[in-house]
Nanobody, 125 residues
Framework: QLQLVESGGGLVQPGGSLRLSCAGS????????IGWFRQVPGKEHEGVSC????????YYSDSVKGRFTISRDKAKNTVYLQMNSPKPEDTAVYYC??????????????????WGDGTLVTVSS
């Protein structure tokens, strides 16, 4: 069974920190480009960050650049999203997703075709 499972969401205060995890089961995440997305009710999903399978290059949306960090732990078959200094507008359900093809370079949102079920992040005082 192939799975992507997000965890680590919850309530966090503005200026605090939170680390989200994306754990793979049944396949090796290291072979694929992995992306993080977020979505609020009534709005389209937004690409937040991704990490390439080839050279480990990273991408961040302008809204989170300088505050969020994406990384891999190959031994744990897990990709993380470290959220520092979150803002109320960061409140959303966060999803991780994998590229449909292994070893494809770059971070192209349209190539992300296999998704987890998401984890809710609420930023509030």
């Amino acid at each position: 069974q192939l799975q992507l499972v997000e965890s680590g969401g919850g309530l966090v205060q503005p200026g605090g920190s939170l680390r989200l995890s994306c754990a793979g089961s049944g396949f090796t995440l290291d072979y694929y480009t992995i992306g993080w997305f977020r979505q609020v009710p009534g709005k389209e999903h937004e690409g937040v960050s991704c990490i390439s399978s080839s050279d480990s290059s990273t991408y961040y949306s302008d809204s989170v650049k300088g505050r969020f960090t994406i990384s891999r732990d190959k031994a744990k078959n897990t990709v993380y999203l470290q959220m520092n200094s979150p803002k109320p507008e960061d409140t959303a359900v966060y999803y991780c997703a994998t590229d449909l093809d292994p070893y494809r370079p770059g971070c192209n949102w349209s190539n992300m075709g296999y998704w987890g079920d998401g984890t809710l992040v609420t930023v509030s005082s």
